[in-house]
């Protein structure tokens, strides 16, 4: 692998785009922006479009490609599935494509989803267990490794899979889980709303880590990780919904009723398993994580400012 100094990220403006900015630029990296869009700060390029990624990588010529652009939401895959494979299947495709055609030196780093192994129920799950997925989006994931696999195969790609565990932290949109609790406890402490949560099954164990932990293991993959591998980003510990929601109501300047009907349905599927962070500790052996309950307290904090302005 050739030494990276230039980084080119898609998706820069989502969640984890701006975090993964700031830490490449934090250790010397110099990170091209990208953006569907047209902004004067940022280079274009649109992953649907193959001229659009090509020209970029041409005009670029980056020596290592963060492909974070995508449908991130299990949610919205089940309202717009067509949108979801199309945009993280053909969109991989493209920037693969374009990578083959244009750097075929380059490394590229594409990140994947825990979602992938679906209702799998071993605790501590590693990279190699089979994939289950149970959702538009988990499928359009699994397709997306599947996609990269191939491509290190068949061409030699300097291709390695990040597969991501449950990412929180402030800047985070709705459609998430953390996010989700945060804005409804922030509306009852102003009495925006009844000071009840309706909530479905919380049993399902999930790998919560904090997007500036999460990070900081991604950049460490980028530099030292083996082509052709799938390391996990997590905490490596297991924790139930149900106590994330106790931790965040416990945080509430209000007494709060949490509802709970198993009967709703559970879009993102009912996981039961954490990561597996062996492969990516030989990496990176200070991998350490902050206490959730911190974290926590950020996310809600910044939805009560959020609530306040909008008074």
Same mark, same amino acid.
């Given at each position: ?63 290592? *490609?963060? /492909?974070? %652009?995508?449908?991130?939401? =299990? #949610?919205?895959?089940?309202? +717009?599935? $067509?949108?979801? @494979? ?63 696999? *191939?491509? /290190?195969? %068949?061409?030699?790609?300097? =291709? #390695?899979?990040?597969?991501? +565990?449950? $990412?929180?932290? @402030? ?141």
């Amino acid at each position: 692998m050739k030494i990276i100094k230039r980084v080119l990220l898609t998706g820069a403006n989502g969640f984890i785009g701006k975090y993964l900015c700031l830490e490449l630029e934090r250790l010397g990296y110099h990170v091209i922006l990208t953006s569907r869009y047209s902004e004067s700060e940022l280079v274009s390029l649109d992953v649907l479009n193959e001229e659009s990624v090509q020209r970029a990588l041409q005009e670029q010529q980056p020596d290592c *490609i963060m /492909h974070l %652009a995508g449908q991130s939401s =299990v #949610v919205r895959s089940w309202e +717009f599935p $067509q949108e979801t @494979v199309k945009t993280n299947v053909i969109g991989t495709m493209n920037v693969l494509e374009a990578v083959r055609k244009i750097c075929p030196d380059s490394r590229v780093i594409l990140f994947s989803s825990s979602h992938e192994y679906g209702q799998c129920r071993i605790e501590q799950i590693q990279e190699e267990q089979t994939v289950k997925p149970v959702s538009p989006y988990a499928v359009s994931k699994a397709a997306q490794t599947m996609m990269g696999s *191939i491509y /290190h195969a %068949a061409y030699g790609l300097d =291709v #390695v899979t990040l597969r991501l +565990f449950n $990412q929180i932290g @402030v800047g985070q949109s709705l459609g998430f889980v953390l996010p989700d609790f945060a804005s409804q406890v922030a509306k009852i402490e102003k009495e925006l709303q009844p000071p009840v949560i309706h909530v479905g099954d919380l049993s399902g164990i999930r790998d919560f880590v904090d997007i500036r932990d999460s990070v900081r293991q991604m950049v460490r993959v980028m530099e030292a990780g083996k082509s052709g591998e799938i390391y996990h980003i997590g905490s490596g510990k297991g924790m139930a919904v149900k106590i994330l929601l106790d931790i965040i109501v416990k945080e509430a300047k209000r007494p709060i009723q949490v509802v709970s009907n198993a009967k709703r349905r559970v879009q993102n599927g009912n996981m039961g398993y954490y990561a597996d962070l062996t492969k990516t500790k030989q990496l990176y052996p200070e991998l350490s994580t902050r206490p959730i309950e911190e974290t926590v307290r950020e996310v809600l904090n910044e939805w009560r400012q959020k609530d306040a302005c909008c008074d």
